[in-house]
């Protein structure tokens, strides 16, 4: 049985912009967060979570890839702190780290549609 819950959807209002000038550690942590964006199935993973809660099977049915990918996407998007686990029984359930990340991947995908259906983009 899949589980995707709905509970804690994310808000997606932007940030105002940064008030500091990105420093190394900044840069090297935003590249690092494109980084584990610049795969289209994590990025699907992402996409998913960043509107709600899902367990590994759920995931995989949604972005159609075998389980093991998934499972392994995952991982890797544990380990750079950009998803959270919780367990619900037996499940592993993960959610987005947080509404920063879940903007980001919104706007990209919107900003991906602009190009794909050739539409202007937004001042």
């Known amino acids: 049985m899949t589980h995707v819950s709905k509970a804690k959807p994310l808000p997606s209002t932007p940030s105002l912009t940064h008030p500091v000038d990105p420093d190394q550690a900044r840069l090297d942590a935003a590249t690092a967060t494109f980084r584990m964006l610049s795969d289209p199935t ?10 709600a809660e899902a367990d590994v099977t759920a995931l995989t049915e949604a972005c159609g ?3 093991t990918a998934v499972s392994q996407h995952l991982a ?6 950009l998803v959270d686990t919780r367990r619900d029984g037996r499940r ?3 959610r987005i780290r947080d509404g920063h990340l879940a903007s980001l991947v919104r706007e990209g995908l919107n900003h991906a549609d602009h ?4 539409e202007p983009g937004h001042e």
């Open 92 to 94: 592993i359930i993960y």
């Open 76 to 81: 890797k998007l544990r380990f750079t702190g």
């Open 65 to 67: 890839a075998s389980r």
């Open 42 to 51: 994590r990025l699907h993973i992402l996409w998913i979570l960043a509107d």
């Open 115 to 118: 190009i794909v259906t050739g």
